[in-house]
């Protein structure tokens, strides 16, 4: 179905929205991962896919050129479906000349949580907007692991994203040891309560939730549908307890080892919305391939 959005046009699959009937006169707003519904009698949300590719610490100024241009092509005429790349710092002006006239957004991987100050090495939230990201990957379990972020450390820059106007995609994720033990929804919980105890379902509204159970993270095991899925419904369940609409429309991404081979089976089930892409994202036609799977 085609429906008006201000100054031009959006396809949105409304027949997923039971309570809105298709003659219904409607006003539709497009937000990361979401689709908010405007009607005379209320207000609605729908997710929509998000497939976001994660380069990691890769990439080089010509071949970043390469890729950006084939993707660009390839998932030109894809409506159906958001789509970002979350680029290292120092290619945001190259992602962002390349990508502003495009339906792919860009991102950053990390920020600090301070706005200026004597922080060596440091990207403050305002520096990414001048760069007019729309996406900052948070709480990666390789910044948790290697650069020892703390759930506080993470949520407060998960609060800053958000003061600056960015979409926060906030990762949690279980090690193998702590699944073998019986405790992903424990570690989960921490890690979610972090945010949610910080911004608030507010601020969560606002945000993207990654699951990326670290043992599938570059190691070509993925987590089984079900397996993906019983997280996934874990963490929006969780949410409902305090706000079942912001549970409701919350985008929960997968992450770990998706690849063009599984991503349908992954994004099939209920509570996944899409994914954060790694090695995938950095060979086009892969991430392309994946990019089309979120449409199905
Ligand atoms: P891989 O897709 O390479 O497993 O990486 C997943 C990831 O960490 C994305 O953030």
């Known amino acids: 179905m085609r429906v008006k959005l201000g100054f031009g046009y959006v396809y949105a699959r409304l027949s997923n929205l039971t309570s809105v009937a298709p003659s219904a ?34 990439g080089r100024m010509a071949s970043n050129t390469v890729l950006l241009n ?53 990207v403050s939230p305002g520096m990414l907007s001048d760069f007019a990201c729309r996406y900052v990957i948070i709480g990666h379990s390789e910044r948790r692991g290697l650069f020892h972020e703390s759930n506080d450390i993470a949520s407060a ?35 979610l309560d972090a945010v949610l ?40 369940q969780r949410v409902a307890k305090q706000d079942s609409q912001v549970a409701q429309a919350l985008c929960i991404l997968y992450g770990g080892s998706v690849k063009a081979a599984n991503a349908a089976e992954l994004f099939a089930m209920p509570d996944i919305d899409g994914g954060l892409i790694g090695g995938a994202a950095l060979i086009a036609d892969d991430f392309i391939a994946i990019c089309r799977a979120a449409q199905k």
């Open 25 to 58: 006169r409607l006003t539709v707003e497009v937000f990361a991962g979401r689709i908010r519904v405007f009607r005379s009698c209320g207000e609605y949300w729908m997710r929509r896919k998000l497939v976001v590719g994660n380069w990691k610490m890769h």
């Open 70 to 122: 084939k993707v660009v092509a390839g998932v030109r005429d894809l409506k159906g479906a958001d789509f970002a790349v979350c680029v290292p710092y120092p290619y945001l002006a190259q992602a962002q000349s390349m990508l502003q006239a495009t339906n792919v957004a860009w991102g950053a991987q990390n920020l600090n949580q301070y706005e200026e100050g004597a922080f060596t090495g440091a």
């Open 157 to 191: 820059k998960f609060d800053a994203a958000l003061k600056a106007g960015m979409t926060p995609i906030f990762c949690v994720g279980e090690t193998l040891a702590e699944r073998d033990a019986g405790v992903t929804e424990q570690i989960v919980a921490t890690q």
């Open 197 to 236: 105890d910080r911004a608030g379902t507010k601020g969560l509204a606002k945000a993207v939730v990654a699951y990326e159970p670290v043992w599938a993270i570059g190691t070509g095991k993925t987590a089984s549908p079900v397996q993906a899925q019983a997280v996934h419904l874990f963490i929006r």
